[in-house]
Nanobody
């Protein structure tokens, strides 16, 4: 069982930066692949980035070059550094833990409650 708690969301101007954190409980944190997803207002939840247990990363095309996912297994935390933010990045951001480096929500068994990111233009 893994419990995930996101933090770091907020209101930022376009072009600004934010770093999201997701703290996890559970002794097997290092074995999980971790992902960030987001749900824009009125839209489906979509994949943002993922990192596997070896540190290999995978990004959605829309955030590649602007967002960086990383993990600290000693701190049981996964991060999402976001720069050059755009209005279309506005969404509730969720972290998730699962098996395999994948963009598919069904592969992630554990989810956080989400944190709101609002980018003003």
């Amino acid at each position: 069982q893994v419990q995930l708690v996101e933090s770091g969301g907020g209101l930022v101007q376009a072009g600004g930066s934010l770093r999201l954190s997701c703290a996890a409980s559970g002794r097997t944190f290092s074995t999980y692949a971790l992902g960030w997803f987001r749900q824009p207002p009125g839209k489906e939840r979509e994949f943002v980035a993922a990192i596997d247990s070896d540190g290999i990363t995978y990004y959605a095309v829309s955030v590649r070059g602007r967002f960086t996912i990383s993990r600290d297994n000693a701190e049981n935390t996964v991060y999402l550094q976001m720069i050059s933010l755009k209005a279309e990045d506005t969404a509730v951001y969720y972290c998730a833990a699962g098996i395999g480096l994948t963009r598919y929500r069904s592969n992630y068994a554990y989810w956080g409650q989400g944190t709101q990111v609002t980018v003003s233009s």
